[in-house]
């Protein structure tokens, strides 16, 4: 009985398992308008690859995730600031939308499933419904990496 029991277990969790998601940015240094103190360009970057990585938890069992991102132009424009020691992200006008150009492939068993290129963007990044707060860090990008996610990786995705 504590055998069966045990398999039982053994069969959830591996039912359950996460997916593995992988995130590489190509030549971050080349990317538009990020902050240019090292420590802090790659706290931007690492919030974007934990996205993906929580993202990536909705795929089905077994299913794998890899991203290359090849460019990222996180919306608004960058302003120094002396006063504060850091500089400051404007959001205004239209002209300042977030843009990202990924590959992607998904892969189940070690076979690709899914796979290409994209060109992430949207325009509309003010007027777009958002599920996140005005106070998260990035949200506009983070709306448009789901908006993209949902259509092209996992389109029955729960929210």
Do not use: C
């Not at 007027?127 to 996610?149: A, C, G, N, V």
Request: charged letters at 25%; aromatic letters at 10%.
């Amino acid at each position: 009985m504590k055998t069966l029991a045990l398999a039982g277990l053994l069969v959830l969790a591996a039912g359950n398992a996460s997916a593995a998601v992988s995130v590489t940015w190509i030549h971050p240094e080349n990317f538009h308008d990020l902050p240019f103190p090292t420590w802090e360009r790659n706290e931007m970057l690492d919030q974007i690859s934990d996205h993906f990585k929580k993202l990536g938890a909705n795929l089905p069992p077994g299913q794998d995730l890899r991203i290359e991102i090849t460019d990222f132009d996180p919306a608004g424009r960058l302003v120094p600031s002396i006063r504060l020691g850091r500089d400051l992200r404007v959001i205004s006008g239209r002209a300042d939308w977030p843009r990202m150009d990924l590959r992607y492939a998904v892969e189940q068993n070690g076979q690709v499933v899914k796979s290409g290129e994209a060109k992430l963007q949207d325009m509309n990044y003010q007027q777009t419904y958002s599920h996140y707060f005005d106070s998260e860090p990035l949200r506009y990008e983070k709306q448009m990496i789901d908006d993209w996610f949902d259509k092209t990786i996992a389109p029955v995705r729960k929210r």
